[in-house]
């Protein structure tokens, strides 16, 4: 179900962005980037922005008991996938789409 909502058709216009190295140093998930920016409809700074921001207060959020995380962010609605080896997100605010990895 989340396949198909993370592998959405508008993802054909989004451009890759540089990932944020090392967000969190000195914790434990120092050395682990925020990897595999995209960005459609908004600025590579702002997707870097957005996904380190989501991202630090998803940390902080208890993990659900279905894996999938669903909160909200200055306005962004953002779902991250936390089943597997890496995490995958999906911030949308209107048309506006950032997703990353962690």
């Known amino acids: 179900m989340l396949a198909g909502l993370l592998g959405a058709p ?46 630090f207060k998803a940390l902080g959020l208890t993990p659900p008991p279905d894996g999938i995380r669903r909160f909200s962010w200055k306005g962004w609605k953002v779902i991250g996938d936390l089943r597997g080896s890496s995490d995958s997100y999906l911030a949308t605010k209107g048309r506006k789409r950032v997703r990353w990895r962690f």
């Open 10 to 55: 508008s993802d054909a216009a989004a451009r890759s962005c540089e990932p944020v190295k090392n967000p969190y140093p000195n914790t434990r998930y120092e050395d682990v980037d925020l990897t595999r920016i995209r960005a459609a409809r908004v600025s590579c700074r702002s997707a870097r922005r957005v996904a380190k921001g989501a991202h």
